[in-house]
């Protein structure tokens, strides 16, 4: 690991301020949240900071709120504190079951909801140092190479899939993030955090090099949503998902008003089915519906040579997920 300097921020003013600073010194600088990504990286020298600034010591960043408008929580919100919240799995159990989901209980413990949406990718070129669009060069290996974790939606000039599971979530509640940067303050949806290979190959979000993803805020459930978080592994726990699934239903008894549905795993963003969501408005879901949907589902999926095996396996977590979500009172 490269040497660095290490900085606790008072509050997210100072923690723009120290990378402003690192960046005009010409130094790198990243965020620290938990670091249970970024160290991991620093140790293989994928990521080298000059300076890292910790926002473990903002005070407050951790914290819930909850209004008549919804809730407010904190990026620096352990995994763990997040899917044990009372009141996020009462109204926002999708958000609750992701987080619940992620990899370990000592990570859960350690990394934090504002980390989890930007870590980096896991594929295996990236992370051991290949000259890919992720490390600045101008290749994808995955698309002549070992494939069978990669993209089969939205993928090109690069095939890495996104890997967090509360990223879905957070898209299927239609929340925003608050971006503090060195201009100030902003709001962005969450579907528009997320940047498509196309758009940016090196970058997976829109935050520029000083801001920070400060909070989390999530719209009040509308009178009958139900949602829930489903993921397909390889194994039985340790790791990402290959195929997830982030279902909120606003019903009326057993009509379906509105659907939000996004996939994890499967493209390099959370992928949203906007065509599915059609479908069901207005519907009843039964059975047959509910395979009709994940015909739908797939029908823009454009899989490599070795993850074909995804489209089935997206097709029935899209038809149990909805059919579990619709039966439940
Ligand atoms: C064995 C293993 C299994 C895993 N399995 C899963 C899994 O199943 N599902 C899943 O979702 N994840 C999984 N992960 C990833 C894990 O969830 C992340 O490491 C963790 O969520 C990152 O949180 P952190 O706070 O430690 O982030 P950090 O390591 O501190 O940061 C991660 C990245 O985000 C940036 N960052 C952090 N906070 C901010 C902020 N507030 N503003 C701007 N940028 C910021 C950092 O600069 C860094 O690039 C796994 C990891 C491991 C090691």
Redesign the pocket.
């Known amino acids: 690991m490269k040497a660095f300097a290490h900085a606790n921020a008072r509050d997210l003013k100072q923690a723009v301020t120290l990378a402003e600073q690192a960046h005009r010194e010409g130094q790198a600088a ?11 990286l620093m140790k293989e020298r994928t990521v080298a900071p000059d300076v890292l600034v910790s ?1 473990k010591t903002v005070k407050g960043l951790d914290r819930v709120t909850t209004s008549a408008g919804g809730m407010d929580i904190g ?1 620096l919100i352990t ?1 763990d504190a997040l899917s044990k919240h009372p009141t996020v799995r009462g109204r926002y159990a999708v958000l609750a079951e992701a987080a619940d ?3 370990t209980p000592q ?1 859960r413990n ?3 909801l ?3 949406v ?3 990718p896991w594929c295996w070129y990236f992370r051991n140092g290949f000259p890919c669009f992720k490390n600045g060069g101008r290749t994808c290996f995955s698309v002549t190479g070992e494939n069978q974790f990669h993209a089969i939606f939205g993928g090109g000039p690069s095939y890495i899939v996104h ?4 990223a879905p979530a957070l898209v299927a509640l239609d929340a925003k993030f608050r971006i503090v940067g060195p201009s100030g303050e902003r709001l962005v949806q969450a579907a528009d955090f997320f940047v498509l290979p196309r758009d940016n190959a090196a970058r997976e979000n829109i ?1 520029g090099p000083e ?3 400060a909070s989390v805020q999530i719209p009040a459930a509308r009178p009958g949503t139900r949602s829930t978080y489903h993921k397909i592994l390889d194994r039985e726990a ?4 290959v195929v997830s699934a982030a279902i909120v239903l606003e019903m009326d008894r057993d009509e379906c008003r509105s659907a939000r549905i996004v996939l994890g795993g499967v493209a390099p963003i959370p992928w949203r089915l906007p065509e599915v969501e059609r479908l069901l408005a207005g519907q009843r879901i039964t059975p047959d519906l509910a395979a009709k949907a994940s015909d739908v589902a797939v029908a823009d999926a454009r899989p490599l040579e070795k993850n074909a095996y995804k489209i089935p396996l997206t097709k029935g977590v899209v038809r149990r997920t909805l059919l579990e979500l619709a039966g439940r009172a």
């Open positions: 990243s965020f620290a949240g938990g670091g249970s990504d970024l160290l991991a926002l990026g995994l989901g992620v990899a990570i350690v990394g934090t504002a980390g989890n930007c870590q980096r890997p967090s599971d509360t935050l801001d920070v993803l340790w790791t990402h998902a």
